[in-house]
Structure formats: structure tokens, C-alpha cells
């Protein structure tokens, strides 16, 4: 599979590697096989340590932190030199062994000719300021495939091309837009997760037995979500998680003209119903990379954030085909693209990925009484706002309110038709599918 971060690591390595990096992401999105891949294509040899497999690597960690002496006692474990000028090195579920975590500083500081890449999936649950090195390693994030990403590993590359190709002056045809809008639905069902993928493309002579591999392949990777909030967030916290992760599907379908409501608290866990009683639950699904939380803000000034408010978001899931196999949707059904006001989730949930995908920190919901627009983002310094419908109707009252009010520099509206720039009613209208090309060009 061909990943966009792939790239980063690239740079990374030519840049001469002088800091750790340090990848993160939800569990199962793909970042050991992408590590290992590139340390194949890119390294002579790839020295790979798991500290959750290998629990026993803590006493590497014990005695000291001398970058020298770790590598030492992790040669003596593999029985492989690892040759610190020309090898990569891979921690691999590093959040297990916080030790390990906190001497990246001093692989940076005393043997920064070492190649170091870090991988952890709940590392924003169990990073603490104790153990993190400040300052001395690069971050990045990993999510699921994006829809290009999907796209590229079912071989559909010249559908892949074309979106990635796009310009403000690009006519899609619309035999290429209906087979992309048909792909975009096998996404919707599939999701991004690479297990989830790679079944789907060896089942794929037959869709219905795919999908229904898909889903089992889902089903079972909820579980193991499920098993994490019990091993890693105490009894209480976990019921708790367990209750709000579930409750992702019936929030959004709850939906004003459509779209996805704010989250409410009444009824989710028995007795609580204010944010602050759950805030730790929240931010530990938000950590964990499982949800999507997107702030809700009634005003439109800068900076954006000074406006939100902690209790008033939305909830999406990480995952949409996750989101499907939460929901209980079948693929026919999804397939079939009659699942009512759901599909208008769905659709929000895809695109909130797609801006993700595009390392995409600053987006919103605006509301005002009843009146919504999906997505706020602001694109150097002009706010745009964003409307999502899932269907060919894309009658927008709430964007022409928010329009009379703030009179943007552009509104874009995503839905099922085709590609359209309109400079003289300053109107830019997406299919989904180009979500993450989103603005096609900086300069409009």
C-alpha cells in the first residue's frame, strides 16, 4: 500500500534523521508495516523491538539511559550489531516501557547519527510531561487511508490521478465521476483501516462476500477497541468510554436539516449529563485517535478558537467503515445509498477524515439557533465555510445565512455533483470525493 506519509519519512531521512521520529496513530492504521517497509527500501538493515510483545525490554531502560549501552544490551537480545551509522532502529509501542520513551532525548543529543523511528498507539493516553523529550524528537501522525490512498491500493490509479490532479479549471467526465462516486461508496463501507483493505481487495471478485469479510474484519477490530479501554483507563473510566464510543452512531444521527447535531449527554451514561463529569473520557477516545471532535462556534472572528466552548462539538468516529460496523449498517444498504438522514453523517464523517488526512488542525462547526454550516476552516487567513450534503440536492439555506452575515471571500459546497468553480457567484461546488483537495487552489 502506498501511503502519502511514506514522503515524510523520506525527508525525514535525507534531512539526516538529527531528531527520533515519532509516530503516532490509532491502533491497526498501518504504522509498523509502513516503518518496517521503509527501513527495507531505505536501510541496509532494520533492527525492530516491540516493547509490547517484549515486555522484558524494560530492563534495558533500567540502569541507565545512555544511548550506547541501550543499543549494546538491544544487539546482545537479537543477537544482530546494530551499526548506529548505517542501520534504522524501530521502537515499536514505545508508550509501553515510558522509560524507553523518555531516552529519545539522548539519542538526540549523544547519537543523533542513529536513524530512530518510534511508533505508539495510545501514546496520547499515556504521555505524561515526565516522559516526554521536549523539544528533541519529530512527530508525526498517521491516520487510515485517505479516499485516494483506498483508491490507489484497489488499483484505480487513474481515478486517484485525476483527483489528485485536479485544478479550478478541471472538467471531470462524467463517466469518471460516476465511477469514482461508486468507489467512494465501497469506501464508506471498507473504511481506511489496512486489515480492512487488504481483505477487501483479496475478496474482491465478489463484492457481496468482500464486504461481508470487511465487516467481520470491523466487527473483530471494535472488540480489540473495546479490550483497550479496559487494559488501559481503570474500570469505571472504561465503561464510561465504552458507552460514549457507542453512543457516536446515535448522536449524529440526530440531525438539524440533515446534518449532524452537537453531542448531548442526557441518556449516554446513566446520571451524568454535563461535560465537565465526563471531560476525562473524551479526551482519552480524542487521544486514543478514535474520535473526531469538532468545536462548535457561534461567532465568526479571528482566531477562530477563542470562541469555543469545551461542551458544545460534534463526535465523529476516526474510521467511516468503522462508523458503518458501529452502526450495524449493511453494506447493501450503504451500497444502495438508502440509509436516509444517515448518509448526511456519513458524509460529514468522511469529509472530517479527508480534512485530517491533509494534517488539516483548525476546523469547525458554525451554528446559529438552527442554522448550521458543516465545516469552518480557515485557508491563510480567509474563513471559508464549508456545507456537506450527501446527495445531488444541494439547496443550502443555512450557507446563504451564513453568507448574508459574514459575506466570505467563498462558499463551498461538497455533495454527490460534479466539480464546478463559480468565480462570478463566488460558489465552489465539490463532489465528496475531492474533499481532501479542498481548496483546489490556494490563490482563489
Same mark, same amino acid.
Given at each position: 500500500m502506498k501511503r502519502h506519509y511514506y514522503q515524510n519519512l523520506q525527508e525525514w531521512a535525507a534531512n539526516g534523521h538529527k531528531k527520533p521520529l515519532l509516530l503516532r496513530g490509532v491502533r491497526q492504521c498501518g504504522k509498523t508495516h509502513l516503518l518496517k517497509h521503509f527501513g527495507k527500501s531505505q536501510f541496509p538493515n532494520v533492527h525492530y523491538f516491540n516493547f509490547e510483545k517484549e515486555p522484558e525490554l524494560a530492563d534495558v531502560f533500567e540502569a541507565n539511559l545512555i544511548p550506547q549501552e541501550i543499543i549494546n544490551q538491544l544487539s546482545f537480545r537479537h543477537n544482530r550489531v546494530i551499526n548506529t551509522q548505517k542501520d534504522l532502529v524501530i521502537f515499536d509501542e514505545i508508550q509501553a516501557i515510558p522509560k524507553a520513551l523518555t531516552s529519545l532525548k539522548y539519542f538526540q543529543e549523544d547519537m543523533n547519527e542513529l536513524a530512530l523511528c518510534c511508533a505508539g498507539s495510545l501514546l496520547g493516553v499515556h504521555l505524561n510531561q515526565t516522559s516526554y523529550p521536549v523539544g528533541k524528537v519529530q512527530t508525526?501522525?498517521?491516520?487510515? &487511508?485517505? /479516499?485516494?490512498? /483506498?483508491?490507489?491500493?484497489?488499483?484505480?490509479?487513474?481515478?486517484?490521478?485525476?483527483?489528485?490532479?485536479?485544478? =479550478?479549471?478541471?472538467?471531470?467526465?462524467?463517466?469518471?465521476?460516476?465511477?469514482?462516486?461508486?468507489?467512494?461508496?465501497?469506501?464508506?463501507?471498507? $473504511?481506511?483501516?489496512?486489515?480492512?483493505?487488504?481483505?477487501?481487495?483479496? +475478496?474482491?471478485? @465478489?463484492?457481496?462476500?468482500?464486504?461481508?469479510?470487511?465487516?467481520?474484519?470491523?466487527?473483530?477490530? &471494535?472488540? !480489540? +477497541?473495546?479490550?483497550?479501554?479496559?487494559?488501559?483507563?481503570?474500570?469505571?473510566?472504561?465503561?464510561? &468510554?465504552?458507552?460514549?464510543?457507542?453512543?457516536?452512531?446515535?448522536?449524529? =444521527?440526530?440531525?438539524? !436539516? $440533515?446534518?449532524?447535531?452537537?453531542?448531548?449527554? @442526557?441518556?449516554?451514561?446513566?446520571?451524568?449529563?454535563?461535560?465537565?463529569?465526563?471531560?476525562?473520557a473524551f479526551d482519552w477516545?480524542?487521544?486514543? $485517535?478514535?474520535?473526531?471532535? &469538532?468545536?462548535?462556534?457561534?461567532s465568526i472572528e479571528q482566531p477562530l478558537s477563542a470562541f469555543e466552548d469545551d461542551g458544545r462539538f460534534k463526535l465523529f468516529a476516526f474510521d467511516v467503515g468503522v462508523l458503518g460496523a458501529l452502526s450495524r449498517l449493511t453494506p447493501k444498504t450503504i451500497i444502495d445509498?438508502? +440509509?436516509?438522514?444517515?448518509? $448526511?453523517?456519513?458524509?460529514?464523517?468522511?469529509? =472530517?477524515?479527508? /480534512?485530517?488526512?491533509? @494534517?488539516?488542525?483548525?476546523?469547525?462547526?458554525?451554528?446559529?439557533?438552527?442554522?448550521?454550516?458543516? /465545516?469552518?476552516?480557515n485557508i491563510q487567513g480567509n474563513i471559508l465555510p464549508i456545507e456537506v450534503k450527501s446527495g445531488n440536492v444541494t439547496h443550502a439555506k443555512s450557507l446563504q445565512k451564513y453568507v448574508e452575515k459574514y459575506s466570505p471571500k467563498y462558499r463551498t459546497i461538497m455533495s454527490g455533483r460534479p466539480f464546478k468553480i463559480d468565480q462570478g457567484n463566488r460558489v465552489h461546488c465539490y463532489p465528496l470525493y475531492l474533499a481532501s483537495r479542498f481548496p483546489v487552489d490556494s490563490d482563489d
Open positions: 508525526g501522525y498517521l491516520y487510515p &487511508l485517505s /479516499f485516494v490512498e /483506498f483508491l490507489r491500493a484497489i488499483d484505480e490509479n487513474l481515478s486517484a490521478d485525476l483527483i489528485e490532479s485536479c485544478t =479550478a479549471v478541471t472538467e471531470i467526465p462524467s463517466l469518471a465521476h460516476d465511477r469514482i462516486w461508486e468507489r467512494l461508496k465501497w469506501y464508506f463501507i471498507v $473504511g481506511g483501516l489496512p486489515e480492512a483493505v487488504i481483505t477487501f481487495i483479496q +475478496y474482491r471478485d @465478489n463484492l457481496f462476500l468482500a464486504f461481508e469479510k470487511v465487516r467481520e474484519v470491523q466487527l473483530q477490530l &471494535l472488540s !480489540d +477497541y473495546y479490550a483497550d479501554f479496559a487494559k488501559h483507563s481503570g474500570k469505571v473510566n472504561a465503561m464510561h &468510554l465504552d458507552r460514549i464510543w457507542r453512543s457516536v452512531p446515535n448522536q449524529l =444521527a440526530h440531525t438539524i !436539516d $440533515g446534518s449532524a447535531k452537537r453531542y448531548q449527554f @442526557n441518556g449516554v451514561v446513566d446520571g451524568i449529563d454535563r461535560y465537565s463529569r465526563l471531560a476525562n477516545l480524542e487521544n486514543a $485517535g478514535l474520535v473526531i471532535k &469538532l468545536p462548535i462556534i457561534h445509498y438508502q +440509509y436516509g438522514t444517515y448518509k $448526511g453523517y456519513f458524509a460529514e464523517n468522511f469529509v =472530517a477524515q479527508e /480534512f485530517l488526512s491533509t @494534517n488539516c488542525r483548525e476546523m469547525y462547526t458554525w451554528q446559529d439557533g438552527r442554522t448550521e454550516v458543516e /465545516f469552518i476552516r
